[in-house]
């Protein structure tokens, strides 16, 4: 198992693609603090795990709030006397707009969540990491960040920064051993894409959209991101660090025919 004895914080990880990371991680033998908005859905993503043999944590958290985060880390503490690994998944994504029409309060919370979410968290979870001199920070930006849809500067501004990030605190941190890299998702089929999608038609959209965009002609899974995942928070990447990759099918290669 690449995780055994290892202790993870997935943030977002109640559902979609931090859900199926949580789980990958869970079979490699890592315990599991889900670190979420959603208390209902970390509930039954926990149970998952400890069926699996796992130990975990479902913690009510704000990514956006400094105080929610710091109580979140001091648990995990707790429970466990360290944290090896963190993902940072949580994110939010508005509708697409004309950057004339995007109401300022937008912007902040997305901002909030998708960036500063990621700046509290590593500063939360980075002096536990130097104790031991060792960690493996998972950073989950988008195929937005280098490869922009159009109308969502928002949420572009705010993967793109999470590029940034991973790039100055990879130097900042290589000498501890701690190794910080961002997975740059294609479109990948969660309840995320809930502001888009016409209800009922999931299936109809999502096949096309594979077809149409997608090199590899279908959107992917939270399993498809896991893997990629896995292989950065495990001692398979140990000297790998300040990197991205894409997991997109393809995607952002442009599809010609
Ligand atoms: N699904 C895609 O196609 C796609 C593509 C590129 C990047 N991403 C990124 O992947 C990440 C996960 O997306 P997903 O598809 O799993 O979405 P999702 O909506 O299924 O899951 C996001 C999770 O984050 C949690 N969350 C939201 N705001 C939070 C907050 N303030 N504090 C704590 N938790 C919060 C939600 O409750 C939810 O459990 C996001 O950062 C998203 O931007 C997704």
Redesign the pocket.
């Known amino acids: 198992m690449l995780l055994k004895d290892r202790v993870a914080i997935i943030?977002?990880?109640?559902?979609?693609?931090?859900?199926?990371i949580a789980l990958k991680f869970a079979d490699e033998g890592c315990s599991i603090a889900i670190?979420?908005?959603?208390m209902a859905?970390?509930k039954k993503t926990l149970a998952k795990i400890l069926k699996k043999g796992r130990e975990g944590l479902a913690i009510q958290?704000?990514?956006?709030?400094s105080l929610?985060v710091h109580n979140m880390v001091d648990k995990v503490i707790s429970k466990f006397g360290k944290v090896d690994i963190l993902v940072?998944?949580?994110?939010?994504?508005p509708s697409p707009n004309s950057i004339a029409d995007i109401p300022e309060d937008e912007w902040d919370k997305v901002l909030?969540?998708?960036l500063k979410?990621v700046f509290l968290c590593c500063k939360a979870v980075v002096p536990h990491m130097k104790e031991k001199r060792y960690g493996k920070i998972v950073n989950?930006?988008?195929?937005?960040a280098i490869s922009p849809p159009a109308s969502l500067v928002h949420?572009t501004a705010?993967?793109a920064g999470v590029l940034g990030m991973t790039y100055d605190m990879a130097l900042e941190l290589a000498p501890f051993s701690i190794t910080v890299n961002t997975i740059?998702?294609?479109?990948?089929?969660?309840?995320?894409?809930?502001n888009v999608v016409p209800p009922g038609k999931e299936d109809e959209f999502f096949t096309d959209f594979g077809k149409r965009l997608v090199p590899m002609q279908r959107?992917?899974t939270?399993e498809d991101?896991a893997g990629a995942a896995l292989f950065l928070a495990s001692d398979l990447s140990v000297f790998v660090t300040g990197e991205y990759i894409n997991v997109g099918g393809g995607q952002p290669l442009h599809y010609q025919f």
């Open positions: 943030t977002g990880g109640a559902r979609g693609i931090g859900r199926g670190a979420d908005v959603r859905e970390s958290c704000d990514v956006a709030d929610n940072n998944s949580a994110g939010i994504g909030a969540v998708n979410g989950i930006s988008s195929g937005a949420y705010s993967k740059l998702p294609g479109p990948i089929r969660t309840e995320f894409w809930g959107v992917g939270p991101i």
